[in-house]
């Protein structure tokens, strides 16, 4: 077994040459840009080719049955974390997995660029959704192996990898929304695999520099473990084509299913780590406060998601998307919270390193997102229930701006909890629970768009926020007892 310690100092994590920051933060920068570049480009255009009429390019599913599929394959994203850790911990190291990750992306883009109909789009989900799950969480594992535990720079770190995942998003959907809207979809998905290619051309010139903690297998599979691992693998997939041949998985229940699978991932891996007779009992104890930040970023993002799905209807058809004669495309509204991220994420990152110790601990962080998301639906009763056009975009843009402030207080900073709260045995597995809350969310996002084609939008978006808000007011008052349970973790 290796005996790499991932956590002794190394010239890598006490360089400054990226804006005070490793200069191998640019690389992991460049890679995570890029794959936020194809994955944001193509699901702004997503729901809408699932929707539309085939008159206008699109495969004409029902509405709500659409919104379901974009809920479910932003869960399965988020759900392939597990599978993209325990390949890293166990298999290949962050670094490695990464990079196949990355491979798997790309051709889930050229397949949904490439292939017509709905088989298309279940390869090319499929590939996306494996990919990004294994991309996401080992890119956040490199770059907590930047730093050395209680290095001052780590959440401003974050704040910067923030920014690399912004600037992506925010050019993906303007690009791919443009090529959508004047020659058609299959464009526009093809534009994500080309942005995905040059990402990987990116990192292939800097993955040499990476640390060598990035390259550290934390708890290799032994070799005669591996033909079980086999027989596991290839029964699941087996498993998983006889339900869809005998329809017991279809269009309409996915996002049930992958809330299901989700909750039964969540409670496998922490019962997993809790368990785990190696880990000290401080590390315990930092496992089971991360229980409520869990729930809390639950909540969080099954609102924040639904711009790509209850958001992205309402876009297409209540908001005023005008612009001096020419009507642009919907997937634009999806570019609109990354100018925020770009503007706001460097401001916070300099806030928190001013702030120090002094800045609010991270389940305040938490509960303030919570309470800003139910703010910013219950903005929404202002303009509910109007008619096409009704909503003016400078109204859409507020929404969206507070729920930038709302993503900024929990996003990075829950990447950056989740590798300081991580037991050393379950590094990369700890931040795949972080990102089964994002999985849990979106698939609820999906679920809750079903809601949203069936409720009244007043009834709706009051109810929604309401609970928000209650959620985030009880984090802020469990704030201290949860504090002690981190012990000495902020």
Request: hydrophobic share 50%; with cysteine; proline share 4%.
């Amino acid at each position: 077994m290796s005996t790499i310690d991932a956590s002794a100092p190394t010239p890598e994590r006490q360089d400054r040459g990226f804006f005070g920051h490793p200069k191998s933060l640019a690389t992991i920068f460049g890679v995570e840009m890029w794959e936020r570049f194809s994955f944001y480009g193509m699901q702004g255009i997503l729901a809408i080719y699932l929707y539309y009429s085939a008159s206008q390019g699109g495969l004409g599913i029902s509405e709500g049955t659409a919104l379901g599929i974009v809920g479910a394959y932003g869960g399965a994203v988020y759900l392939s974390a597990i599978v993209g850790a325990w390949v890293a911990d166990r298999l290949l190291g962050a670094e490695r997995t990464l990079y196949y990750s990355a491979i798997l992306i790309m051709l889930g883009h050229i397949a949904l660029a490439l292939v017509p109909g709905l088989l298309g789009v279940g390869i090319g989900l499929v590939l996306v959704a494996l990919g990004s799950g294994g991309l996401k969480a080992n890119a956040t594992a490199i770059v907590g192996n930047l730093y050395e535990p209680g290095d001052s720079r780590r959440d401003a770190g974050f704040s910067l990898f923030y920014l690399g995942i912004n600037l992506g998003a925010l050019v993906g959907p303007l690009l791919t929304g443009l090529l959508q809207k004047e020659l058609g979809f299959h464009w526009g998905f093809g534009l994500a695999a080309v942005g995905m290619a040059a990402g990987l051309a990116q990192y292939q010139i800097g993955r040499k520099k990476l640390p060598k903690a990035s390259h550290h297998i934390a708890n290799p599979l032994p070799a005669s473990e591996r033909p079980k691992w086999i027989i596991i693998v290839v029964a699941a997939i087996a498993a998983i084509a006889l339900a869809v041949s005998l329809g017991w998985i279809t269009a309409d229940n996915l996002s049930t299913i992958v809330i299901a699978v989700a909750i039964i991932g969540v409670v496998a891996l922490f019962t997993l780590i809790l368990k785990d007779r190696e880990i000290t009992k401080d590390e315990r104890s930092r496992v089971i406060s991360f229980i409520p930040m869990f729930l809390g970023s639950v909540a969080f993002w099954s609102l924040y998601q639904q711009q790509f799905t209850v958001l992205a209807v309402y876009s297409d058809k209540q908001l005023n998307r005008n612009l001096l004669g020419w009507e642009m495309p919907v997937s634009w509204i999806n570019s609109i919270n990354p100018i925020f991220i770009i503007i706001l994420s460097g401001v916070f990152a300099a806030m928190w390193t001013k702030l120090g110790d002094r800045q609010p601990p991270a389940p305040v962080k938490f509960a303030l997102a919570c309470l800003g998301m139910g703010i910013a639906f219950l903005l929404f009763l202002v303009t509910a229930g109007g008619g096409e056009n009704s909503t003016p975009m400078l109204w859409m843009v507020l929404i969206l701006f507070i729920f930038t402030l709302s993503e900024l207080c929990l996003s990075p900073v829950g990447m950056s909890l989740s590798t300081k709260l991580a037991p050393e045995k379950f590094s990369t597995q700890m931040i795949a629970l972080f990102y089964l809350s994002v999985s849990l969310g979106s698939a609820l996002a999906g679920e809750l768009a079903g809601l949203y084609t069936s409720w009244p939008e007043v009834q709706y978006f009051g109810t929604i926020g309401a609970i928000s808000i209650v959620l985030g007011v009880a984090l802020w008052l469990g704030s201290k007892p949860i504090l002690r349970l981190m012990r000495g973790v902020r």
